[in-house]
């Protein structure tokens, strides 16, 4: 463990004010000049709690003084406080009632990783997705406008969030509303300006003052009066203004900006705050911060540390090794497919360490493109690619492929080009909870013409069906589960598999007596083997949702009493209803149960604990077919007495 990891305290730290803090409303009752012990204390105290929990911290750990400036100038929750990239939220959520509660945090029937509605009421708008807060308190400030309330929307957008495309659509619309309302842009990897300092600082008090805003106001009126002299004034004003601040940009889609100022500056924070406030319109303050501030580690890799897990005892023995994860495994592949073929390029939407491209990265640079958070952009990239002759391979996860569906469909599948999409983080993906899960992507794939869509079982087959998916000619996509595997044994050749052929893993024994046939798409192969040996049934590897292996349907269909489709996806649309689909077109009647993801939202917990409450795991995949024997015996058994009542009727 790295001796930098000592700076999270072991034990609670004391924080005597920050323990007299239960609402915003106690933290405005204090002094301009006690703030910064607020900020410590706040600090502190998250570092200790996500080192009891794991989860999200290098974000919040940048922004604790803009927290604390924030609900003590606004009058939240009145004023609507908008995060994006919830995992920015830690301190907010410490501040606003939920102290306590932290020790919960991501934990089954604990807080939640995200800000969310129905958590408080000082969460004013649910995140999981980016680059959401701009319209959304773009909403919200129009709300109080129709409605006549006095209050103000703030959006406070970062962590790379600035970059997705909805991000801009809402600033441009905001200028043509007038609503009053703030953006804070949270700067933290100096990727607008570097230009923070004294003077920085100095112009971001003078240029929101009021006397500024009213002088502003003021010329403005005088000068409308005077043809042509207002607009060569605003256009004299900005051009002073970009000398000195990279504002340009915002100020050309309407929005007064201001800054950037140092986000660890509280009295700086509180000054320019209270001076946007009252401001009326669309303010745009930026600020700058830096990810993992007070924790030294943090601070120098913010992007491997942008998230920690629990950490162990001091005294707890080294872990072995484990078995490599999914996303390793799509890693070396696609450096292996690369080495053999100079026309595959990499795409992600800012996922490279997550989806595992950074050996990709380092090999080929110039086959590598992170298109940052735009992941429509991503696909659409992907489609032009593909229409000059390379290999495009899209690693997104499954929840974020959600934003990019238009594009799927019209840039890549009605063309019918020849993209990979591989789908990383599909099913159930653990504490960051719904917002995060890929409970949707079979559903929504496989109502798309022409996809072929792949779903392994283990770590051998997903490189197989990658190798299969890259040498099809057109839209193929295989989705694959966050962590590891069963450690299968891997075959380090690129050879495909058939397109649309299963294969059986175990044939039951059974001459007599209802027998059970598991259809299984991905990973609870491991699952359904054990309750077959229990219940001796037959199991086939389907491989594919589509195009599905119909021959082997037949089969299963011919030879059991009742069929079992397994799979970590919605149930509704999803892979077992594909088989239904097939087994009425061809009017094959035949009892099935359809296993998968109930029709709701799975909140956050272990991934094992989720997979248990939806009857994924062993016991639950065994008990639901051990009740639906039951329901076809007593079916069977009650046949013949109810057909005599009807003819005797």
């Not at 700067?187 to 607008?192: P, Q």
């Not at 569906?405 to 993209?419: E, G, K, N, R």
């Not at 077992?576 to 035949?590: I, K």
């Amino acid at each position: 463990m790295p001796k930098t990891f000592h700076e999270i305290p072991r034990q609670r730290p004391a924080t005597p004010l920050l323990d007299r803090i239960d609402s915003p409303v106690q933290l405005r009752q204090l002094g301009d000049a006690e703030l910064e012990a607020v900020a410590d204390e706040l600090r502190a105290f998250l570092l200790w709690t996500v080192g009891q929990t794991g989860g999200h911290f290098g974000a919040g750990l940048g922004v604790i003084e803009l927290t604390v400036a924030l609900h003590y100038v606004f009058n939240t929750p009145e004023d609507r406080l908008v995060w994006d990239v919830g995992h920015q939220a830690y301190p907010h959520k410490i501040l606003t009632g939920r102290r306590e509660g932290m020790a919960s945090l991501r934990q089954k029937d604990g807080l939640a990783a995200f800000p969310r509605r129905s958590e408080s009421e000082y969460d004013t708008f649910g995140v999981g997705h980016s680059s959401t807060s701009i319209g959304a308190a773009l909403g919200m400030a129009i709300a109080a406008q129709l409605q006549g309330i006095e209050r103000k929307s703030v959006a406070v957008i970062g962590d790379g969030a600035l970059t997705a495309g909805m991000a801009f659509e809402a600033l441009n619309h905001a200028s043509d509303t007038g609503a009053n309302m703030l953006v804070v842009l949270n700067d933290n990897d100096m990727s607008i300006s570097r230009n923070v300092g004294g003077l920085s600082n100095y112009l971001a008090r003078l240029l929101s003052s009021r006397t500024y805003q009213h002088l502003r106001e003021n010329g403005k009126k005088a000068l409308s009066k005077l043809p042509g002299a207002w607009e060569i004034a605003r256009r004299t004003e900005e051009a002073a203004k970009g000398m000195l601040v990279p504002g340009t940009l915002f100020e050309e889609l309407g929005w007064n900006y201001i800054g950037p100022i140092d986000g660890h500056d509280l009295p700086t924070l509180v000054t320019t705050l209270r001076n946007l406030r009252d401001a009326k319109g669309p303010q745009f303050l930026h600020v700058i911060t830096r990810k993992g501030k007070g924790l030294s580690i943090a601070e120098a890799d913010p992007i491997g540390y942008h998230a920690i897990t629990k950490l162990e005892p001091l005294d707890a023995k080294p872990k072995r090794p484990g078995a490599p994860k999914y996303s390793n495994i799509f890693g070396d592949w696609l450096c292996d497919m690369a080495a053999a073929d100079a026309k595959l390029v990499g795409i992600t939407p800012a996922m490279k360490e997550g989806s595992d491209l950074i050996r990709f990265a380092e090999r080929y640079p110039e086959r590598y493109f992170d298109v940052a958070i735009a992941e429509q952009h991503a696909v659409t990239l992907a489609a032009g690619l593909a229409c000059d002759g390379m290999k495009p391979v899209v690693a997104i996860y499954s929840t974020f492929l959600q934003r990019g569906y238009d594009q799927l469909i019209h840039d890549v599948a009605v063309q019918h080009l020849d993209v990979l999409f591989a789908i990383d983080r599909a099913g159930l993906v653990g504490e960051d909870g719904p917002t995060h899960a890929g409970s949707f992507d079979l559903s929504y794939l496989r109502c798309i013409p022409g996809m072929v869509i792949m779903a392994p079982s283990d770590e051998n087959e997903l490189r197989r069906l990658l190798t299969t998916g890259y040498r099809h000619q057109g839209p193929a996509a295989v989705r694959y589960p966050r962590g590891s595997g069963p450690n299968a044994a891997l075959d380090p050749g690129l050879e495909p598999l058939p397109i649309g052929k299963g294969v059986v893993r175990r044939q039951s024994s059974l001459k007599n007596g209802p027998t059970v046939g598991f259809l299984v798409f991905g990973v609870q192969l491991a699952e359904a083997l054990q309750v077959a040996e229990r219940l001796d049934a037959s199991v086939a590897d389907m491989r594919f949702v589509k195009p599905l292996d119909e021959a082997l349907i037949r089969q299963f269909a011919a030879d059991h009493d009742l069929l079992v489709t397994v799979e970590e996806n919605s149930v509704m649309g999803g892979a077992g209803s594909a088989v239904n689909e097939f087994l009425q077109a061809n009017a094959l009647v035949q009892p099935v149960l359809n296993l998968g993801l109930p029709d709701s939202y799975i909140e956050h917990a272990k991934p094992a604990d989720m997979l248990a409450e939806c009857g994924l795991d062993v016991a639950g995949i065994e008990r639901a077919v051990r009740e639906r024997l039951a329901l076809l015996e007593a079916a069977q058994a009650d046949t013949s007495p109810r057909l005599a009542r009807g003819a005797s009727a």
